[in-house]
């Protein structure tokens, strides 16, 4: 067995804990809370390693699809089992808090780890303007639907026009999924040799895995998460009861950063070996991602389930982390560089905005 697998295999030991507590043991909720939400990542994990041996099989491009598609997977199905219960307000939360902590927190984490020994590390400029200036776009994106929803509640000429939330959120929904289709054919097809990161992206001399091994351990992970995911959102609540906290914050810490520990810790893996480049697509890409592609598939799924979610924020904390983030994010990817020092100010950006989460309550 390969040593970079004996870890990741053994942590596959925490997946059927939920489970057992939750149909044996008829254990207290948040055990089972805290066990599923260990399993998400550890499975979230998995999945990201079989959609890249995947991509070794199928080639670049194909690849880059796979990883857009599954890069998300234990998110979108943790917010699709939050929301089947009713809680709009919590995937809101859990959407803010992806974005925030891969773009604040994983990325300060990734600079502080890769710097140790370093003075500075350094990656390609062109590739981290265009994923803050994407980050820009992001955040005007969802501050329309909430700055329209004020607009027309004080102002008569636009109330008349009818358009409600719903319309509007999923109109800017279908707009954000084809600005990030357009962005895949421009980075993977039109200009694949300007963005390719000289980079790879690899697992430390893993060895490749056979296209069946692949292919199962991702039909597998992904079966897994779904089962976890649903304890995790059954337990939701009186977990934060337990703990004497809101929902809305468990989304924005907890579950959002159960959904992107594996990009979390791979930022970190890869910034020890000096590929900012990389750290830089993983962890910004990642928030891009979310507010691109994740956040609008929840607005037309919900749709489609019959509890509708909307892209108006009521929180407008939401609004303010999120724009915190892009603004920090591109100021300190502008000069293509990095200190120790910026990963601290990240995660300190980060510190705050949970604390604010925290003492807002739900």
């Not at 990030?180 to 893993?206: K, M, P, Q």
């Not at 592609?293 to 509890?307: H, K, N």
Request: aromatic letters at 8%; glycine letters at 10%; one cysteine or more.
């Amino acid at each position: 067995m390969p040593p970079s697998l004996r870890l990741p295999l053994g942590l596959l030991l925490v997946v059927p804990v939920a489970p057992v507590l939750a149909w044996f043991v008829d254990a207290p909720p948040i055990t089972v809370f805290l066990a599923g939400a260990v399993a998400i990542g550890v499975l979230a994990d998995w999945v990201r390693r079989g959609t890249e041996q995947m991509a070794e099989h199928v080639g670049p491009a194909v690849g880059g699809l796979l990883n857009v598609s599954f890069g998300s997977l234990a998110e979108v199905i943790l917010a699709l089992f939050v929301l089947s219960r009713g809680e709009a307000k919590v995937v809101q939360a859990q959407i803010t808090g992806s974005i925030i902590g891969t773009s604040l927190f994983g990325l300060g984490l990734a600079i502080v780890v890769g710097s140790f020994g370093r003075d500075r590390q350094t990656f390609k400029r062109e590739r981290a303007g265009q994923l803050s200036s994407m980050l820009i776009l992001v955040t005007v994106a969802l501050l329309l639907p909430a700055v329209f929803n004020m607009v027309a509640g004080a102002n008569s000429d636009a109330a008349r026009l009818k358009v409600t939330d719903e319309d509007l959120s999923i109109s800017v929904s279908v707009v954000l999924i084809l600005l990030y289709a357009g962005n895949l054919i421009y980075t993977l097809v039109t200009h694949r040799d300007v963005f390719a990161s000289d980079d790879a992206r690899g697992e430390g001399g893993s060895g490749g895995w056979p296209l069946p091994a692949a292919l199962g351990t991702m039909v597998a992970a992904t079966a897994a998460i779904a089962l976890e995911a649903e304890l995790v959102s059954g337990a939701l609540e009186a977990t934060a009861t337990s703990l004497g906290l809101s929902t809305v914050f468990l989304g924005v810490i907890v579950l959002a950063l159960v959904g992107t520990v594996s990009d979390v810790f791979a930022a970190a893996f890869f910034a020890r070996q000096d590929k900012m480049g990389l750290v830089l697509s993983i962890c910004v890409g990642s928030a891009v991602q979310v507010a691109l592609v994740v956040a609008p598939l929840l607005v037309l799924a919900s749709w489609a389930m019959g509890r509708p979610m909307t892209l108006v924020f009521g929180n407008p904390l939401d609004l303010f982390a999120i724009a915190a983030a892009a603004f920090t994010v591109n100021a300190i990817a502008a000069d293509g560089e990095t200190t120790w020092f910026e990963g601290v100010l990240l995660l300190g950006v980060y510190a705050l905005l949970a604390l604010a989460f925290f003492f807002a309550g739900g």
